[in-house]
């Protein structure tokens, strides 16, 4: 199996808009997979958004957190679970509508969820 990183960051790139700055994905332990962009610290948000997410899984494991949003000081995190361990994020900025960002969430997590899925099987497969 093979992730083309180039196809990745195009599907990501389309997310992007006057109002939303960056799209990333990223595993729930805050490695950067891809992002596409202007560049604001990727890295940064990445370990902020897993750490977010980790302590909210924590609180509740029964929950099944699917999206997060965050209200920052100069925009707006959005952040969706794609598959088990995988999660995309958006950066935009504080006046872009929440509903108009998570239907672009939702429409990139399902966009991802389909290619991505061999991938993740086949990492499953490989820590066994």
Request: hydrophobic share 45%.
């Amino acid at each position: 199996i093979v992730l083309k990183p180039e196809s990745l960051q195009l599907v990501l790139a389309e997310a992007t808009s006057e109002t939303v700055y960056s799209c990333m994905l990223l595993s729930t332990s805050g490695q950067l997979i891809s992002c596409a962009g202007e560049r604001m610290g990727e890295d940064l948000v990445s370990a902020i958004v897993a750490s977010v997410w980790k302590t909210y899984e924590k609180g509740d494991p029964s929950s099944a957190l699917q999206s997060i949003f965050v209200d920052c000081e100069e925009g707006v995190i959005a952040c969706a679970l794609v598959l088990p361990n995988w999660i995309v994020c958006m950066v935009a900025e504080k006046t872009t509508p929440l509903g108009m960002l998570k239907i672009k969430l939702d429409a990139l997590r399902a966009h991802l969820a389909g290619p991505l899925a061999p991938v993740f099987a086949f990492q499953q497969g490989q820590k066994r």
